[in-house]
């Protein structure tokens, strides 16, 4: 049955609907996947028996003719969206034992078109790292291992689990979220695709937040198309989200052609940064050839702001992020530490200290810092100002350009622990990644090809607001040039 | 009404704290909380009714469950519009939400949503008449929309607090004023013209004892002439004597303080009305820095003209209006103008009144009104006071009062069987000429009776005429009496005049 589990979600939707397999079948061999990858720690709840029920129910609606368009197609969510009746932990002690009376608006999108979850996918800890080792249900291991050796790698994060389980063909496509890159950058580490949308394009109900201006919905999986075709189910307007975007949703998978002429692709020369890996630097150029084989025209612009994209985003998402996590206080869910005899600020400080893990707690004490009487003028208010200026970069390169080629990350993953020690090294991974998160641009990262170690690397595509067809059009240009990323060796089983 | 100068001083004069070494004038600018009158909350579909089980009214949203987000209540803003153009205010055509940062038990999310740097309504004035009719003009500075927070309990269990969110995430509209106000009597003719305000366009309930309407009180002292001294805000105080009280209190501290060598720092103090005290509460040293920054999961909000139009559209006649209009239309006295728009429902249940009266007597209003309205600021506000009721729930209805008062114009009942009747309207709630045809409460006009009774009286009291004539006119008023007392209350006093004066000569 393995062959199932290899597919892409196109082939999946075919196979239903010919009858060349159950949901039953094609959900059960997820599941036996799954069972055996547990030495990847990529969930943090299971629902299998519920993925298999639902697969039987998928197989009714497909022979009733009622099933959805992607119904039985086995997903795993990233344990920060809601789910009604299953456990949601935001990778956190401090939501302990919570329980959603409640679905995110994407995942019952995702559900509502026959989508059969697998379980809550791993990640950093409220989405905040980018290697997924901040997780407290503990690292996520890349199924991903360099040529020649055995070292555990970091799958990349914050959506570890989501890139991971996709890349070990667990499931067939992931939710993620991504704030400053935590999309792309881990599909780019695993060597499969990753869009983050327009901000607005998915609804953020129900998602736990991480830093509200910044946090958007999107998805992992192994092809563009097959992002297209999740993305569609996922993406709409969502009165409940004041931040929602009331634009209609095109068909993306339908339109894709990888067809770019009469586009034009910007290269923005500010990411050229010093130290970059020459391989890497290769790459770009020959994604830029690619593009133009398809069909684009090439040219140089420039994004001035580009170096102050990263200080900027660690001031304003902690800033939100401070103001976010407030709400977990112990006092109506989660986790309550009460010393003997304490008060409430004791049991405020009890619970959080006990509740959250290290970089969160840098995070909000950054976040906190930078909003205080006497330090918001020169932190977050000029963090402000610069956010605005980049997003002018990108409007003024977007009267040039109709799209942008950049590298995804600055390197293919690294082992486990190699960046734990260094917060700003382990914040550089999103050099590339931050700034259109800041201009809330829709991106998405691709496969393009390995380093000198055989690790994939990512290319970044990065659109005008609303243009994720442009995005996933030039995407799928590359995929079709690249070579095809290696599946990866199943050395856990 | 409460002093606090040590000699009497006419309204009308500045109103000085009187200290040792000189006086001392008062300076006082409001921040009002009024709760917005809506179905369901500032930013959840929850609903705002008063006195609900604790925990019956909490959305998802309100108990900030992870990933819940705010949607801003159209109708709220709508109110707040409207109450800034009642207010003279500017309507800001963008403004935003901010998020106030702190921690507390009955503040779910840990922040409450608030309008720091750019309110909704801008700067206006209202108007505010003092006790001896002086005008003056009280400067808004801005009206902005807020959350409300929840309820700790503390008293239910020994070492445990409860948490009731029924009102977390209720709309609060603080109204900040200038601080241009000098007396306890021009803060409490401020908020009680603020609150006819609401009243009348149904913005704000104004319930003071349920907390729809609270004030932040911001006081401070100087001598005549100075610059502004350090204020002290009196949080929370939720009546206008209180207001006034805590004024005049908290000016007298300040004024001892001074005098006694010390300095008035700025920091928060509570007011204990049965102390008749303000004490500190926390000092600007450690008062919280709530971080606000704007709200990112809220856009900002955009007002259009259309908007704004409507607002002003849907506004009914406001109090000022109603006020010049009793005077100009109906020729009432500038005091029983001012008294019969202080609130909005005893405008209406006037109006009512007066149009009632105007019909049965075949009558101009302007003809009748003058007799309605003392009427009713007379006889009807003193039986309600007595009973402790408001006008919606007299026991006496603008009909029956009509009927009343044209009993008392046709001369079926006289000023005193009027007020006879009207007691027992009030006890059992019948109309007025149901009562006095059943208890015989009609006015005696018959002129061949009360010739008789003018002659019995007078003929009884032989010695009491002879004086009467020799030239103690004073004697005549006795005479009256013994008639009306012989007819049982029911002649008509005029008549008795007449018959006495011709029977006296």
Redesign the interface.
């Given at each position: 049955m393995s062959d199932l589990t290899g597919m892409s979600v196109a082939a999946m939707q075919a196979g239903l609907r010919s009858g060349a397999f159950s949901a039953a079948e094609l959900v059960g061999a997820h599941v036996a996947a799954a069972e055996a990858a547990r030495p990847l720690n990529l969930f943090i709840t299971e629902t299998f028996e519920a993925a298999m029920e639902a697969a039987r129910a998928a197989d009714q609606a497909l022979a009733a003719g009622t099933a959805g368009p992607l119904a039985g197609i086995p997903i795993g969510i990233k344990d920060l969206?809601?789910t009604r009746g299953v456990r949601?932990t935001?990778a956190s002690r401090i939501?302990d034992g919570?329980t959603?009376?409640?679905e995110?608006h994407v995942t019952a999108r995702l559900q509502a078109a026959g989508a059969i979850s697998l379980g809550k996918l791993n990640l950093d800890e409220f989405a905040m790292g980018s290697s997924n080792e901040t997780s407290a249900f503990g690292p996520v291991v890349s199924p991903i291992r360099a040529a020649g050796s055995d070292a555990a790698l970091v799958p990349g994060g914050s959506s570890g689990g989501s890139s991971a389980a996709v890349a070990a063909r667990v499931v067939a496509a992931a939710t993620g979220t991504d704030t400053g890159g935590s999309i792309r950058q881990p599909a780019a580490f695993c060597g499969i695709a990753g869009i983050k949308p327009t901000y607005g394009r998915c609804s953020?109900?129900?998602?736990?937040?991480f830093?509200?201006?910044l946090d958007q919905a999107g998805v992992l999986a192994r092809s563009v198309t097959d992002c297209a075709l999740l993305l569609e189910a996922m993406a709409g307007f969502d009165?409940?989200?004041?931040?929602s975007l009331d634009a209609p949703v095109p068909a993306w998978s339908a339109a894709l052609t990888g067809d770019l002429r009469g586009r034009r692709v910007g290269i923005p020369r500010e990411y050229r940064v010093d130290g970059m890996d020459a391989g890497l630097d290769r790459l770009w150029q020959q994604g830029a050839e690619w593009l133009r084989d398809a069909g684009a025209e090439i040219v140089e612009v420039s994004l001035p702001h580009t170096a102050q994209a990263l200080p900027t985003y660690y001031i304003v998402a902690p800033?939100?992020a401070?103001?976010n996590l407030?709400?977990y206080?112990g006092?109506?869910?989660g986790l309550r530490v009460v010393p003997d005899g304490g008060s409430?600020?004791d049991m405020?400080e009890a619970t959080r200290a006990a509740g959250f893990g290290p970089e969160v707690r840098r995070r909000i004490m950054i976040g906190?810092y930078v909003?205080?009487?006497g330090y918001?003028d020169a932190y977050?208010l000029k963090a402000q100002k610069v956010r605005a200026l980049i997003a002018r970069d990108f409007a003024e390169a977007f009267a040039r350009c109709d799209l942008l080629l950049t590298p995804t990350a600055p390197t293919g993953a690294f082992p486990l622990g190699a960046r734990n020690a260094d917060p700003i090294a382990m914040y550089l991974n999103d050099v590339f990644t931050v700034p259109s998160s800041l201009a809330g641009l829709p991106a998405m990262s691709v496969p393009a090809g390995t380093d000198s170690a055989g690790l994939p690397l990512g290319l970044q595509l990065i659109g005008r607001p609303l243009d994720e067809a442009g995005v996933l059009d030039a995407a799928r240009a590359i995929e079709q040039r690249a070579p095809a990323p290696a599946t990866p060796e199943p050395w856990w089983r | 009404m409460a002093r606090t100068g040590r000699h009497k001083q006419p309204m009308s004069a500045p109103y000085l704290v009187n200290g040792a070494t000189g006086p001392f004038e008062i300076v006082v600018g409001l921040e009002v909380h009024a709760q917005v009158i809506s179905k369901s909350k500032l930013f959840s579909g929850a609903p705002t009714a008063f006195g609900g089980e604790p925990n019956s009214q909490v959305s998802l949203v309100d108990a900030a469950m992870p990933g819940m987000l705010p949607v801003l209540n159209g109708e709220c803003v709508r109110q707040a519009v409207r109450t800034g153009l009642a207010l003279g205010c500017t309507i800001n055509r963008r403004s935003r939400f901010d998020r106030k940062n702190y921690f507390y038990a009955d503040l779910p999310a840990g922040y409450q949503i608030s309008q720091y740097k750019e309110p909704v309504v801008g700067e206006g004035a209202i108007e505010i008449s003092l006790d001896d009719g002086t005008r003056r003009t009280i400067g808004i500075e801005r009206i902005h929309l807020e959350q409300d927070a929840g309820k700790s309990i503390h008293d239910l269990h020994p070492s445990m607090s409860y948490v009731d969110l029924n009102r977390a995430g209720v709309a609060l509209m603080e109204i900040v004023s200038r601080p241009d106000m000098r007396s306890p009597a021009e803060a409490g003719a401020y908020v009680a013209t603020l609150r006819a305000i609401l009243r009348a366009i149904g913005s704000c309930d104004g319930n003071m004892q349920e907390g729809s309407l609270r004030a932040d009180v911001n006081v401070s002292v100087r001598r005549p002439g100075e610059p502004f001294g350090t204020r002290c805000e009196i949080k929370n105080v939720n009546s206008i004597r209180f207001i006034q009280q805590a004024i005049a209190h908290e000016a007298r501290r300040q004024v001892d303080l001074i005098e006694s060598g010390g300095t008035v720092i700025q920091e928060t103090r509570l007011f204990d009305p049965e102390r008749g005290e303000t004490r500190a509460l926390r000092s600007k040293e450690d008062a919280h820095d709530y971080r606000y920054f704007p709200e990112p999961d809220l856009p900002p909000l955009l007002i259009d003209e259309a908007f704004i139009a409507a607002c002003r559209e849907s506004l009914p006649e406001l109090p000022d209006a109603r006020r010049r209009r009793y005077e100009a239309e109906l020729g009432l006295s500038p005091y029983l103008a001012g008294v019969l728009t202080a609130d909005i429902e005893e405008s209406l249940w006037f109006e009512h009144l007066l149009a009632e009266t105007a019909r049965r007597q075949g009558r101009a209003q302007r003809e009748v009104a003058e007799k309605a309205a003392n009427w009713m600021t007379g006889d009807l506000f003193a039986a309600l006071k007595r009973l402790d009721r408001g006008i919606a729930d007299s026991p006496v209805s603008p009909e029956q009062g009509a009927e009343l008062l044209a009993l008392l114009a046709d001369g079926t009942l006289s000023g005193p069987l009027a007020k006879q009747v009207f007691e027992i309207m009030l006890e059992t709630g019948e109309d007025p000429a149901a009562i006095a045809e059943a208890r015989g409460l009609r006015q005696v006009t018959d002129t061949g009776a009360l010739e008789a009774a003018v002659a019995s009286v007078l003929a009884a009291n032989a010695d009491k005429v002879a004086e009467y004539r020799a030239g103690k006119d004073k004697l005549f008023g006795f005479f009256v009496g013994q008639v009306m007392k012989a007819s049982g209350g029911k002649a008509s006093p005029a008549m008795v005049n007449d018959l006495l004066k011709k029977a006296l000569g």
């Open positions: 969206f809601a949601t935001a939501l919570f959603p009376t409640y995110s953020r109900w129900g998602i736990i937040a830093a509200s201006s009165p409940r989200d004041s931040t800033a939100e401070s103001s407030a709400r206080d006092v109506r869910y409430l600020a405020y906190t909003l205080s009487a918001y977050y | -």
